[in-house]
T-cell receptor
Framework: DQQVKQNSPSLSVQEGRISILNCDYT??????FLWYKKYPAEGPTFLIS?????DKNEDGRFTVFLNKSAKHLSLHIVPSQPGDSAVYFC??????????????FGKGTHLIIQP | DTGVSQDPRHKITKRGQNVTFRCDPI?????LYWYRQTLGQGPEFLTY????????KSRLLSDRFSAERPKGSFSTLEIQRTEQGDSAMYLC???????????FGSGTRLTVV
């Protein structure tokens, strides 16, 4: 049972445009969400996170939006650059609510930035 | 800060053999995690240490798997009697107690033939 779902296995976006990656979750205990970026043959790299008490967090070109009622979050990358081509993972934690310390990951979305 | 180091990067083993992987976390991080990632999937949590104590284990961690973190520094993950289904990328991550951002290593890719 996938508790964190990334329904788009891949996404192609033109350089300079906005990339929007989506993530849905089912576990109401999740209260902290993270996005990771992964290049081939490397471990995931932390990008940006958001607590459930917020609905938006911004860091440079990256913005994460959280809609708790819909159990949905999205990562916006503006403007998209060639170096953004990678697999993006959405992850969630229930630790603050007394849940497990480990992160639950989605299956990832392969973002391809086209020149 | 040299990041999280994992050794070896790649391991090919025959079915039935035992393998051991090592993870050296960031030195000031007291929490260490092991994850497994198979093709087309996101990383799946295996186990977690706070200092030398193993505090959580996933149901994915069968009795053929054992992890240790002696002295609260590096950690080892051993898989006994490997099976083809154990073929995966094994990722180690660490973090300090107050931070949510986990730092991952580059992983050990295991292939069981």
């Amino acid at each position: 049972d996938q508790q964190v779902k990334q329904n788009s296995p891949s996404l192609s976006v033109q350089e300079g445009r906005i990339s929007i990656l989506n993530c849905d979750y089912t576990n109401s205990m999740f209260d902290y969400f993270l996005w990771y970026k992964k290049y081939p043959a490397e471990g995931p790299t932390f990008l940006i996170s958001i607590s459930s008490i917020k609905d938006k967090n911004e860091d440079g070109r990256f913005t994460v939006f959280l809609n708790k009622s819909a159990k949905h979050l999205s990562l916006h990358i503006v403007p998209s650059q060639p170096g953004d081509s990678a697999v993006y993972f959405c992850a969630a934690s229930a630790k603050s609510g007394g849940g497990a310390d480990g992160l639950t990951f989605g299956k990832g979305t392969h973002l391809i930035i086209q020149p | 800060d040299t990041g999280v180091s994992q050794d070896p990067r790649h391991k090919i083993t025959k079915r039935g053999q035992n393998v051991t992987f090592r993870c050296d976390p960031i030195s000031e991080h007291n929490r260490l995690y092991w994850y497994r990632q198979t093709l087309g999937q996101g990383p799946e949590f295996l186990t977690y240490f706070q200092n030398e104590a193993q505090l959580e284990k996933s149901r994915l961690l069968s009795d053929r798997f054992s992890a240790e973190r002696p002295k609260g520094s590096f950690s080892t993950l051993e898989i006994q009697r490997t099976e083809q289904g154990d073929s995966a990328m094994y990722l180690c991550a660490s973090r300090s107690g107050g931070a949510f951002g986990y730092t991952f290593g580059s992983g050990t890719r295991l292939t069981v033939v």
